[in-house]
């Protein structure tokens, strides 16, 4: 739905793709909204992670392809609104994130070999959902968006990597 009714053409059309080409790459949080509009909404009531369109919030730059939105659906919040379920999301989060460990490292090079010096290590347990939420929220887990009409990359939950242990009920340090 978003490609085909908010995709603006892709900077390759016509070259390196078919001039009919379209492209649909957003990375979007809860913080606030970006360049094109977008936002994820949590709805804490109807338990969803929502995807949020507000074209007042579109950089003048985009004013071409705020047009062509126009021109398509017109403005007014996405319709039907995509969104994520808590139930489906916390579940396959859970499963994937369920427990852990959070290790960095330094790393040095000598002589063509790679040495590691581990400097901090974390046990990350418990996943917390609502940690999820909040981390959503707060932007510091993105949601990237990369379509385009030849091939789509899928949606992706992102996250910086230093607020990993916000998703857990027990963090212990192990060094």
């Known amino acids: 739905m978003l490609l085909p009714k908010y995709g603006w053409p892709h900077e390759e059309a016509g070259k390196l793709y078919p001039k009919s080409e379209m492209s649909f790459r957003q990375t979007i949080h809860g913080q606030s909204r970006s360049d094109r509009g977008f936002k994820v909404v949590i709805d804490r009531k109807q338990k969803k992670v929502l995807i949020s369109f507000v074209e007042k919030s579109v950089d ?18 996405l319709n039907p609104q995509p969104y994520w379920g808590f139930d489906d999301l916390e579940h396959k989060a859970g499963t994937k994130l369920l427990n852990t460990f959070y ?28 940690g999820f939420l909040k981390a959503l929220e707060q932007g510091k887990i993105l949601v990237d968006f990369d379509a385009r009409t030849g091939h789509n990359h899928g949606t992706k939950f992102r996250m910086r990597q230093d607020c990993l242990p916000m998703l857990y009920k027990k963090v212990t340090k192990v060094l």
């Open 60 to 77: 003048p730059r985009h004013r071409g392809w705020l047009e062509l939105v126009k021109k398509r659906v017109g403005f007014g919040e």
């Open 103 to 130: 290790v960095q490292a330094e790393v040095k090079n000598e002589r063509g070999k790679e040495y590691y010096k581990y400097s901090k290590v974390m046990m990350l347990q418990k996943f917390s959902f609502d």
